[in-house]
């Protein structure tokens, strides 16, 4: 990235990528007129700008940006003598940023989470409700009491897949109480959930209220069974409270809380493996790999939608890529990297379908971005096909019609990798630094595809270009995903991995029983 010019705004240093001009420049207004960032607005401007990275490495520069100028707010916000200042300070950032462009890098998240964690502890300053709690007794009672915390309960991916941490628990011996926060119910699936708990509650609107009642039930074990860093909501600031003996959470969220409260991560034997551990303060706990499974306990969506190869412009010789990057994952050394494949596979197309999320109302702006980053590197648009949107069953349809799949990165694919798996297509993963950056990876290791993960992008290039060129390897690896699916994966045999949990959850009981369990000291 070129050097910034010598005078610039606030605005175009932003504008422009000039992380270092930008972050002198905000510090510069934290210290001189913090009054004039009060508005949550603003935070979401000058955090998360942008909708993609233009250059090599700029996902790395972003994230120390992004440290840096956290660390700056929770320094200022601390300091301030107007202790309603700072609070409001706190809040604002809080309420404005969103933390899902750091995950597009294997740099360790926890000066960055840290940072966070000490603004909701300022934002949380005068809380009338106390962040720490002491419970009576070092556990409940002879059975393990859990408590299972959902946003809403519908189905989607992420639903789906923290389904099994608690459906086998009640018939290990576990006492099951779950909270659902929002009117996003499906009644359907709440039917088949709710005798498989022991009692069943919507949490109330009010912070308050909500601490106070998950406190009353006396839990063991608090699990968060959605996404608690990423970006603002009422169940991110439930995490900086005790809730019960001990806090859990899992893959669903990507990176450590640094949340006093928060006591247990959920991973696996393949973050184990890379020393993906160090990026968590939470203590580590390895689950079955890849460290979750999907559970459809109402069937799946079935349209009988079955797509061609002619439906999407494409003739039956042409090599064909296939990836369902979702629209926060196309940056453009992503697609530079694609772009090196597809100019050393002459003929072959490269499809992106819009699952999941969909790309919705801005299909066509994010189609027109891509084909023009396309442009830049010499591909042509004629080899570039962007679907619609497509329900799941026709998406693995599609699927079945590719010759390779390319995995994202450096954030990974996860619910895509698992499609493609159960497809049968094969697909090259780039595994990077973090758990985040890995998903796909374990996924592969899972289902027994080592040899489709790389460390670098030449390799992941070179690899792609190599299965394409080679149709008896690729149809081999073909057959072993016929042979896997046959055999289950384990991230699709939700049974076993429910049982699993369920024997972690008795192991921490006892632990606590015995005064030996992880649970984090300290109050921020």
């Not at 606030?10 to 422009?16: H, N, R, S, T, Y």
């Not at 070092?138 to 991916?157: E, I, M, S, Y």
């Not at 055999?487 to 699993?500: E, G, H, N, Q, V």
Request: glycine fraction near 8%; aromatic fraction near 10%.
């Amino acid at each position: 990235m070129n050097a910034a010019p010598t005078t610039l705004t606030l605005q175009e240093a932003i504008a422009g990528r000039h992380y270092d001009a930008a972050l002198s420049a905000l510090k510069a207004r934290l210290r001189d007129e913090p009054q004039t960032l009060l508005d949550a607005k603003d935070w979401s401007k000058f955090f998360t700008p942008y909708d993609w990275f233009e250059a090599e490495g700029e996902s790395e520069r972003y994230l120390q940006y992004a440290t840096d100028l956290i660390t700056a707010v929770a320094d200022r916000a601390e300091g301030l003598s107007d202790q309603a200042l700072g609070k409001n300070l706190a809040t604002a950032f809080i309420y404005g940023t969103h933390f899902r462009f750091t995950a597009h890098s294997s740099g360790d998240p926890r000066p960055l989470m840290r940072g966070r964690a000490r603004l909701f502890g300022r934002a949380l300053s005068d809380s009338p409700i106390p962040r720490t709690h002491t419970f009576a007794t070092a556990v409940a009672g002879k059975r393990p009491r859990l408590g299972v915390l959902f946003k809403h309960l519908r189905q989607d991916p992420e639903t789906t897949s923290m389904l099994p941490f608690f459906e086998e628990a009640k018939a290990q011996g576990i006492e099951v109480v779950l909270f659902v926060g929002s009117d996003a119910i499906d009644q359907k699936l709440l039917q088949y959930v709710s005798p498989r708990c022991d009692q069943v509650y919507r949490l109330p609107d009010d912070l308050g209220q909500a601490i106070l009642q998950i406190r009353q039930c006396n839990l063991d074990i608090v699990f968060f069974g959605n996404d608690i860093t990423a970006k603002p909501s009422s169940f991110a600031f439930l995490s900086f409270f005790r809730l019960a003996r001990l806090g859990a959470f899992c893959v669903s969220t990507i990176s450590t809380t640094a949340s006093p409260a928060m006591d247990v991560y959920f991973g696996s034997p393949y973050h184990l493996k890379f020393g993906f551990d160090k990026h968590f303060d939470e203590r580590f706990i390895a689950l079955p790999d890849p460290s979750y499974a999907f559970s459809y306990p109402l069937g799946r969506v079935q349209t009988g939608i079955q797509v061609t190869r002619a439906q999407v412009g494409v003739s039956d010789e042409t090599p064909l890529f296939i990836s369902g990057a979702n629209q926060t994952k196309l940056h453009k050394p992503l697609i530079a990297a694609w772009a090196r494949i597809l100019h050393r596979s002459p003929g072959a197309r490269l499809l992106l379908y819009p699952f999941p999320p969909h790309y919705g109302a801005a299909r066509q702006d994010i189609a027109t971005r891509v084909i023009a980053h396309f442009a830049e590197f010499g591909i042509a648009e004629n080899r570039v096909i962007i679907t619609d949107g497509l329900p799941r069953d026709a998406v693995i349809s599609l699927l079945g019609q590719g010759d390779l799949g390319l995995d994202s990165f450096p954030y990974t694919g996860a619910t895509t990798l698992v499609d493609a798996v159960e497809a049968g297509l094969p697909t090259v993963s780039l595994k990077g630094g973090a758990l985040r950056t890995s998903h796909g990876a374990a996924i592969l290791h899972a289902a027994g595809f080592d040899d489709l993960v790389v460390d670098t992008v030449d390799d992941y290039v070179d690899l792609a270009v190599r299965l394409m060129e080679n149709r008896p390897l690729r149809m081999a690896l073909k057959a072993r995903f016929v042979e896997a699916n046959r055999a289950i994966p384990p991230f699709l045999r939700p049974k076993d991995f429910s049982i699993a949990v369920a024997q972690i959850y008795h192991k921490l009981h006892g632990e606590l029983a015995e005064g030996r369990a992880p649970v984090r000291e300290g109050r921020i």
